[in-house]
């Protein structure tokens, strides 16, 4: 229920009372009316319009003008800005993640990245991720050598990689820089998330960093245009 002398904001608490309730199943199609829920959590029309809002963002929820708030089929949304893993993005959406192992060990780093990641050899981890069972990304991880072999150790074919470099290898990740383009897959690629050769796909690469400023990982991810989007949100600064 929602508690007024909670210091989490009254709309944080009742968008996520209505994500869990999605995510039981509890609402199927569509979520209850603003005055139901104003009634029901006994809150204010304002504190129902943006706890809505959040989740409409979010890509939770899509409201239909004169019909209601219904849950939403879109694809999977990731804010640009926040480092967050592919495990915890699918979970917010209220879905089922997966991962399957493609392959792992060490390489000599292909001479086109050598310039970006300054690394001769590297440790490699490339996998297939799911949401509901179908294939969503492929994500090729590249780690300096040392670092790699000690997640190699770890379960890396299920476990999130952020959490298994922070909370078993103390790593402390602390930012990112990333970059968005199209690209064409290959046809091993291709097969695996399931779509049509020759198509592009959202193709992402990202640094990922921590507190003292290393790189601690390379991932160039290729996502199905069909299953994930990419949100941004901006401010206008004037000059």
Not at 67 to 94: A, E, R
Not at 191 to 211: A, P, Q
């Amino acid at each position: 229920m929602i508690n007024s002398d909670n210091p989490i904001p009254l709309h944080v608490q009742l968008r996520k009372i209505i994500e869990k309730k999605i995510t039981q199943g509890s609402f199927k199609e569509k979520i209850p009316s603003e005055r139901e829920l104003m009634e029901e959590y006994n809150v204010s029309r304002s504190t129902v319009r943006e706890a809505i809002s959040q989740l409409v963002v979010d890509g939770v929820v899509e409201k239909r003008h004169g019909k209601g708030t219904f849950i939403s089929k879109k694809p999977i949304h990731y804010w640009m800005g926040n480092l967050i893993s592919t495990t915890d993005i699918i979970k917010d959406m209220g879905m089922q993640p997966g991962t399957k192992l493609i392959e792992h060990g060490i390489i000599k780093v292909p001479e086109e990245l050598k310039d970006a990641i300054k690394l001769e050899e590297a440790y490699l981890i490339k996998r297939l991720r799911f949401a509901d069972n179908v294939p969503m990304a492929i994500e090729t991880q590249y780690y300096p050598l040392e670092l790699g072999i000690k997640l190699s150790q770890l379960n890396i074919n299920e476990g999130t990689l952020y959490d298994l470099l922070e909370d078993e290898l103390h790593i402390q990740l602390n930012d990112s820089e990333e970059v968005i383009s199209s690209q064409l897959l290959s046809k091993e690629d291709a097969t695996l998330l399931e779509i049509e050769e020759g198509n592009n796909t959202l193709h992402l690469e990202r640094f990922v960093y921590d507190i003292e400023g290393d790189l601690i990982e390379y991932c160039i991810a290729n996502y199905n245009p069909n299953m994930y989007s990419f949100h941004f949100r901006s401010q206008r600064i004037k000059k």
